[in-house]
Antibody, heavy 120, light 110 residues
Framework: QVQLQESGPGPVKPSETLSLTCTVSGGSISSYYWSWIRQPPGKGLEWIGYIYYGGSTNYNPSLKSRVTISQDTSKNQFSLKLSSVTAADTAVYYC??????????????WGQGTLVTVSS | QSALTQPASVSGSPGQSITISCTGTSSDVGGYNYVSWYQQHPGKAPKLMIYDVSNRPSGISNRFSGSKSGNTASLTISGLQADDEADYYCNSYTSSTTLIFGGGTKLTVL
C-alpha cells in the first residue's frame, strides 16, 4: 500500500519561499501523477499543481507565477516550492497520488498533511 | 479558474438520504465524466469516495452514489449514519489539464 509523507522546515517568513517534500513509500513514483493540494485553516481545498513522473508539470493558474514542483526519482520524492509567501499562504499542505497509472483526474492516495504557517 | 459551486451545508436524520450538488461549467464538470468526491473528517486528510462521476473505490459503501447531468454533478448518501457527518468536496478535471475543487459542503447528521 503506497504511503505519502509531507515534510518541511517549519514556519516561513513573509516574502520568503515555502519548501515542502513528499516522500513516497510502498511504491515507485514512476508512471503516476503527483499533486499538491492545500487547505487554509477552516477553509476548503485548493489544488496547487502536479508533476508527472516524466517531469511534466502544470499548475493552478492563480498560483502559477509562484509555484515550482519538482521530483527526485532516486529518493522517491517530489517537492513543492512556493515563492513570495504571505499570510494567505498559511495552510495545511497535502501531497497526493493519482488513483491509477497515467491518470491525473482522481486523487486516490493522500498524505496526512502538514501545517505551514507564514508569520514574521 | 473559479471553484465549483456546492451548498455550504446539508443535513439529514439517520436513515434518510441526502444529495449534495456540484455545479461547474462546460470546461470542467460538463465537459468530462471526471468528477470525484472526497470525504474529510475534522483534522484528517480527504478520502476518495466516488470517482469518474459514479464509480466507487474498493471498500466504499454502496450507500454512496454519484451522478451527473449537464454541468452539475451530485453525490447521494443513503441510509445516513452518524459517521457520515463530515465535509464533502467535489473535484473535476478541466480543459486546461488542471483540477478544480468545489467549496465544500458540511454534512450534519441530526
Amino acid at each position: 500500500q503506497v504511503q505519502l509523507q509531507e515534510s518541511g522546515p517549519g514556519p516561513v517568513k513573509p516574502s520568503e519561499t515555502l519548501s515542502l517534500t513528499c516522500t513516497v513509500s510502498g511504491g515507485s513514483i514512476s508512471s503516476y501523477y503527483w499533486s499538491w493540494i492545500r487547505q487554509p485553516p477552516g477553509k476548503g481545498l485548493e489544488w496547487i499543481g502536479y508533476i508527472y513522473y516524466g517531469g511534466s508539470t502544470n499548475y493552478n493558474p492563480s498560483l502559477k507565477s509562484r509555484v515550482t514542483i519538482s521530483q527526485d526519482t532516486s529518493k522517491n520524492q517530489f517537492s513543492l516550492k512556493l515563492s513570495s509567501v504571505t499570510a494567505a499562504d498559511t495552510a495545511v499542505y497535502y501531497c497526493a497520488r493519482g488513483f491509477n497509472r497515467g491518470e491525473l483526474r482522481v486523487l486516490g492516495y493522500w498524505g496526512q498533511g502538514t501545517l505551514v504557517t507564514v508569520s514574521s | 479558474q473559479s471553484a465549483l459551486t456546492q451548498p455550504a451545508s446539508v443535513s439529514g436524520s439517520p436513515g434518510q438520504s441526502i444529495t449534495i450538488s456540484c455545479t461547474g461549467t462546460s470546461s470542467d464538470v460538463g465537459g468530462y465524466n471526471y468528477v470525484s468526491w472526497y470525504q474529510q473528517h475534522p483534522g484528517k486528510a480527504p478520502k476518495l469516495m466516488i470517482y469518474d462521476v459514479s464509480n466507487r473505490p474498493s471498500g466504499i459503501s454502496n450507500r454512496f452514489s454519484g451522478s451527473k447531468s449537464g454541468n452539475t454533478a451530485s453525490l447521494t448518501i443513503s441510509g445516513l449514519q452518524a459517521d457520515d457527518e463530515a465535509d464533502y468536496y467535489c473535484n473535476s478535471y478541466t480543459s486546461s489539464t488542471t483540477l478544480i475543487f468545489g467549496g465544500g459542503t458540511k454534512l450534519t447528521v441530526l
